[in-house]
């Protein structure tokens, strides 16, 4: 086969979960011997493309894949693997408890005859591939565990190698790798595509891509934008083709006064997590943090909350100096936390709809620790009406209620409290347009009663409607606080998106 | 059609959830129509009086396990705190060197303090609970063998055989039945009533949800252990006057036998979901088993074959009715 050729072709391929289209007609093409860079926001189906040509998932009917022309069906990973497609995680699954030779011919026991393990022939092969990579400094015998990421991503794509693998899927390669590592991998993509391998590769880091990619896909909300040349189109383009998304569905806050400071952020960091993060929230203001996959946004939201340890910097509290160790002394200092993954962190599923919304309640001082659940449940029942939970019942468990109810329930959870804070970590994942106006207006009516709302939110459109000023941040960094007046989407996606200096 | 399907879907789903809510006491109600079938004298209320004393031990303790495994934890070293107890409170009176009352209180203050170092060592050492009581239930059974080097030690006040084991209470109620409502009536309010409760079922449930509510996570997990040691010490004293003395080899299936009576009544080995009700029942289950085999003349080796198939069946029958997602 000649360089150049279309190896991998879909068309018409699209995906739907229950209630989602995650991908809606989707046509790309991939040639042997490239780079080809698949671009989008969070959310934009890239992850759900990965998935459908690594064999996870399968794409509705009407889709076609065909690889080097013949049409492909792919019902498990394992399909995927034998059309010679092979996958590269975020997260690497290796095995680290076995050698660098181990894991590399894992997946080829079907070539080795009889019972026996072949030790010599395992690190032979492991070794030329390594070698092949300009590697040789990994020995074949080391254990996965004991080397570094960077390292442990080229046992990764040694095995895609040695498997000889025709289309090699990056995700996000770069995400955990510092700059020096980052380069000595791209070396090694060059030489994979001047072996004829062709490479999908995700990321958001768009320097990164102009640096390596031939062409360039990219995706927003499932749809096809279009495929470019890398060589026609300048990093400003690209932005424009991620973000140029409709602006149909817009939260506008209401209109409340601004009053004085009550949270103040002064160069706060958590060891190498994140690094001087300054900023000051108002009384009334909803204070917006953009940024992307890997931007530790969450994590800075959780050092605020006593989740995790601050190693330098303050947080002043209505001027006074506020060191959290633990949620508790932050929800006594009238903080509350409306994280981002609702059955990991915010609800007991297996628990009523009262129980939940009463866990902050329940806490404050009784005679003999009595709950006095007649009254709580009416609480509950206040609640429930007051924020529209469709139950049917308070006494339904959570675990039943949609994402939208769900996220309810959660917010319910604070508000008899009053709190002087409250910070929402992406508050609409997942929950359809009707909850998300809903959920935008209790958040307008949080700040109407004077509460500085610190809110992280992965939807561009949605974040520049409802928030006063918008923080960037950019693995770890931030990127610059951006007025009413300056929001657009290009103008917080390039601050998400710019060359880390 | 598919109307038709969706109520058939739903009415099945509800029967399961019956079947489920109900299975302990199904399990039981079938249980005594057999025996009392096949044995009239099972329901003789003499019979039955006999039953609910027997199982009052494993009882209490299970209450205890109760809140434990709702926690998402596990206590294995409950019958080595009661083998402690027996044998420490027999030798704090023998030979009249302390009057009972004191003793009864520092055997009570030790027992809590045992639960305690198992909790404290959990949350502090983050060790696995099931480690931790592991290792203590050699160490407290190690504790009790040292003290007597092996030998049971008499107790010989007659009151306390009265109070904790062979009295009557109107000629006819088995005190240890007596002490078995009260601690359940006291578990039940725990539970169901009080704050303690509460997050003792959201720390089960999801930890990550009740630290992020405020929760003080290490305070609640130690204060279960530290009641598993007092409730296990209850039993122990039952156990104790039940024999007439300390027996250091005392209570080595208590640990199993109460975690059996927990999960038979329904409270999930994953946390968060418990009953204390369900507990009571679970342990009438085992106890109903052991008696109405006995009066059949069944020997022991049979009743504890049968009693791990009545576990099975009936975490089986869990499964099959869940409504599967």
Not at chain 1, 196 to 206: K, N
Not at chain 2, 16 to 42: D, E
Not at chain 2, 204 to 222: F, L, Y
């Amino acid at each position: 086969m000649t360089l150049g050729e279309n190896i991998l072709e879909l068309r018409h391929i699209s995906k739907t979960f229950p209630g989602v289209v995650a991908l809606k007609n989707v046509d790309m093409t991939v040639r042997n011997g490239e780079v080809h860079a698949l671009l989008g926001e969070n959310g934009a189906g890239k992850s759900t493309l990965i998935k459908i040509l690594s064999g996870y998932h399968q794409p509705d009917k009407g889709g076609e894949m065909l690889i080097t022309g013949r049409p492909v069906t792919f019902r498990n990973p394992k399909d995927a693997m034998d059309a010679s497609i092979h996958t590269i995680y975020q997260e690497l699954t290796l095995c680290p408890h076995m050698t660098v030779a181990e894991n590399i011919v894992l997946d080829k026991q079907s070539q080795f005859k009889g019972f026996m393990q072949k030790r010599h022939e395992y690190q032979a092969i492991a070794a030329r591939a390594l070698e092949d990579m300009g590697q040789s400094e990994i020995d074949p015998n080391w254990l996965v565990k004991d080397l570094s990421i960077a390292q442990q991503q080229v046992v990764e794509i040694a095995k895609a190698v040695t498997s000889k693998a025709k289309i090699v899927l990056m995700d996000e390669p770069t995400s955990s790798l510092s700059q020096n590592d980052a380069d000595r991998l791209m070396d090694i993509i060059r030489g994979l595509r001047a072996n004829g391998v062709a490479i999908i590769y995700i990321s958001h880091r768009l320097h990164e891509i102009g640096g390596i990619a031939d062409r360039i896909t990219v995706l927003r909300d499932g749809e096809l934008v279009g495929t470019v040349n890398n060589s026609d189109v300048t990093e400003k383009d690209l932005i424009t083709m991620m973000v140029g998304r409709e602006l149909k569905n817009v939260y506008p806050k209401r209109k409340v006064p601004i009053g004085d400071i009550v949270l103040r952020v002064e160069n706060l960091a958590s060891g190498e997590l994140f690094k001087g993060i300054s900023f000051d929230v108002h009384k009334g203001e909803i204070f917006g943090i953009g940024g992307l996959v890997g931007s530790r946004r969450t994590e800075m939201l959780e050092a605020l909350f006593g989740m995790r340890p601050i190693t330098d910097g303050k947080i002043f509290l209505n001027g006074e100096e506020f060191d959290p160790k633990n949620p508790r002394q932050a929800i006594k200092h009238r903080i509350a936390f409306v994280t981002e993954d609702r059955k990991k962190s915010g609800l007991v599923l297996c628990l009523p709809v009262h129980e939940n919304i009463n866990m902050v309640n329940a806490q404050q001082p009784s005679f003999a620790g009595y709950l006095n659940w007649s009254k709580l449940k009416g609480v509950a029942n206040r609640h429930r009406n007051t924020l529209n939970i469709r139950v049917s019942s308070i006494e339904q468990l959570v675990n039943s209620l949609s994402g939208g109810n769900q996220q309810k329930v959660v917010l319910a959870k604070w508000l008899d409290f009053s709190p002087e804070v409250i910070i929402f970590d992406e508050p609409t994942r997942g929950i359809d347009i009707g909850a998300k106006t809903e959920i935008y207006s209790f958040i307008g009516e949080f700040a109407a009663q004077g509460t500085a709302i610190v809110m992280v939110s992965s939807e561009l459109p949605e974040l520049i409607s409802v928030a006063d000023r918008i923080m960037v941040m950019q693995e770890g960094r931030m990127k610059g606080i951006v007025s009413k007046e300056e929001m657009t989407q290009e103008h917080v996606m390039s601050l998400a998106t710019q060359k880390t200096q | 059609m598919q109307a038709q399907a969706k109520t058939d879907k739903t009415s099945r789903s509800i029967i399961g959830k019956l079947i489920i809510q109900y299975r302990t006491i199904l399990i039981l109600v079938a249980l005594m129509a057999v025996f009392s079938l096949l044995k009239p004298v099972f329901l003789n209320p003499i019979n039955l009086l006999a039953i609910i004393k027997n199982m009052s031990y494993v009882l209490i303790a299970g209450l205890g396990m109760t809140f434990i495994i709702t926690l998402g934890g596990l206590d294995l070293s409950v019958g080595s705190i009661a083998a402690v107890v027996g044998v420490g409170f027999a030798m704090l009176i023998r030979g009249g060197f302390m009057p009972a009352i004191p003793a009864l209180l520092i055997v009570m203050i030790g027992a809590m303090l045992l639960g305690f170092i198992n909790g404290f060592v959990s949350v502090k050492g983050k060790i696995e609970p099931f480690l931790v009581t592991l290792a203590t239930l050699y160490i407290y059974r190690g504790i009790a063998l040292m003290l007597t080097t092996g030998r049971p030690v008499p107790i010989v006040i007659p009151h306390f055989a009265d109070l904790f084991g062979n009295g009557k209470l109107f000629n006819l109620i088995p005190s240890p039945a007596i002490i078995s409502l009260v601690v359940l009536l006291i578990s039940w309010f725990l539970f169901r009533h009080t704050k303690f409760g509460f997050y003792v079922r959201s720390i089960g449930g999801n930890p990550e949800a009740a630290r992020v509510a405020g929760i003080d996570i290490s305070r609640v997990k130690i204060a279960v252990y530290t009641m598993s040691g007092l409730f296990a010490c209850i039993s122990g004293l039952i156990l104790g006057a039940l024999m007439n003395g300390g027996l250091p080899n005392v209570g080595s299936d208590l640990a199993l036998d109460s975690i059996s009576g927990v999960i038979l009544g329904g409270t999930a080995i994953s946390g968060g979901v418990g009953s204390i009700f369900g507990t009571l029942g679970g342990c009438l289950i085992m106890a109903v088993l052991n008696n109405g085999m006995s009066l059949m003349g069944a020997q022991y080796h049979v009743q504890i074959f049968v009693k791990g198939l009545v576990i099975i069946f009936a975490v089986l029958m869990d499964n099959a009715f869940k409504s599967r997602k």
